[in-house]
């Protein structure tokens, strides 16, 4: 008998729940958190029975649908999987499934050059190296950009449901320039990668602006019984006129122009700075380009990147401010060698 689609949203809306070490799960806790999932994606109130559940956790802990899920009871009370790495999403794809996934990547790889999927290119590179790596159960050959050390990353699901669902959470977060963590309530909106560090956008309750909150910052994320408020601000445009994740709302983009020497001018020219990036000249000594930006943190750490192979020609206080970041650390680098004697 094929599994029905409510049966699918209570064994995912169980495991997820058992992926989250952060607290102890009851029977109970588990049944209200399958009753509300359906509540939320069927509009089915009239909850789960125990039973349900109970016979869902003996369907994932065994062959059936090929979980073998390490279920375990600890203190003949809590549900937690054996296994801190364990997730359903996780289990080996059947051939089936991997003949179907080469079909898909075959459709998928006739859309690649067109300009309204060029979104996709990188997807279908991925899914290709999954089911080759399946396949042949060997190595990746593909190595994408990760930080398997990064905080955070364990709260992507809830925040991401968040937003799905329109909920507003309630996070202890501490900056990296605050003495200790606060509490407060916010309203998300958009979930951002930079630099593979991700970041929440959202409004505090209590404050108009848009806040960028770093995933690694967090120390904890509860529900929130709040009104959730929309914003009327357009996500879409919000990061045009910068580079990283550090928006001022009240400052206009600027013309920031760059002197690019020839060891570094084929790197800006293939891979942009900004989508706004012009060619003003182009010599065997280099390139000029100009960019259209608000100046902020992560401009500077992009023309800092690049040594003495980039100068900034305007605004003169960008020029001022990079040349003044690097005589402190030449100043260093001297009083470093002092220390040491060199």
Not at 12 to 31: A, E, G, K, S, Y
Not at 152 to 180: H, M, N, W
């Amino acid at each position: 008998m094929p599994v029905n689609r409510n049966a699918l949203i209570r064994y995912r809306t169980i495991d997820n729940c058992l992926r989250n070490r952060f607290r102890q799960w009851t029977l109970d806790d588990l049944i209200e958190a399958c009753s509300e999932a359906l509540y939320e994606y069927e509009g089915i109130d009239k909850g789960v029975s125990r039973r349900t559940v109970q016979m869902d956790i003996q369907m994932m802990r065994s062959d059936k649908l090929g979980y073998n899920a390490p279920i375990i009871v600890q203190d003949r009370k809590y549900y937690i999987y054996e296994d801190p790495e364990y997730s359903i999403t996780n289990i080996p794809l059947t051939d089936q499934d991997l003949l179907k996934l080469n079909e898909v990547v075959e459709i998928l790889k006739q859309f690649k050059g067109f300009t309204h999927f060029k979104e996709l290119s990188g997807m279908v590179q991925k899914l290709e190296d999954k089911i080759h790596t399946a396949k042949t159960d060997q190595e990746s050959v593909i190595d994408f950009e990760k930080n398997e050390n990064l905080r955070g990353l364990e709260y992507l699901d809830v925040i991401y449901e968040a937003i799905l669902q329109k909920k507003p959470i309630e996070l202890t977060y501490q900056s990296f320039r605050a003495r200790r963590a606060n509490t407060f309530v916010l309203f998300p909106y958009l979930l951002k990668e930079y630099r593979n560090r991700w970041f929440v956008m959202g409004n505090k309750q209590g404050f108009p602006d848009i806040s960028t909150l770093a995933l690694d910052r967090i120390q904890k994320i509860e529900k929130s019984y709040e009104k959730f408020q929309e914003t009327e601000v357009d996500l879409s445009e919000y990061f045009k006129n910068v580079i990283g994740v550090t928006v001022n709302a009240n400052q206009r983009p600027e013309k920031v122009v760059l002197k690019i020497d020839r060891r570094s001018s084929p790197y800006v020219i293939t891979k942009p700075i900004h989508h706004s990036q012009q060619i003003l000249e182009k010599g065997e000594e280099g390139i000029t380009i100009s960019v259209n930006v608000q100046l902020n943190y992560e401009l500077e750490r992009e023309i800092l990147g690049f040594g003495e192979t980039m100068v900034v020609l305007q605004p003169k206080r960008l020029r001022e401010r990079i040349e003044n970041r690097l005589k402190y650390n030449l100043h260093l680098y001297d009083q470093l060698n002092n220390e040491i004697g060199e």
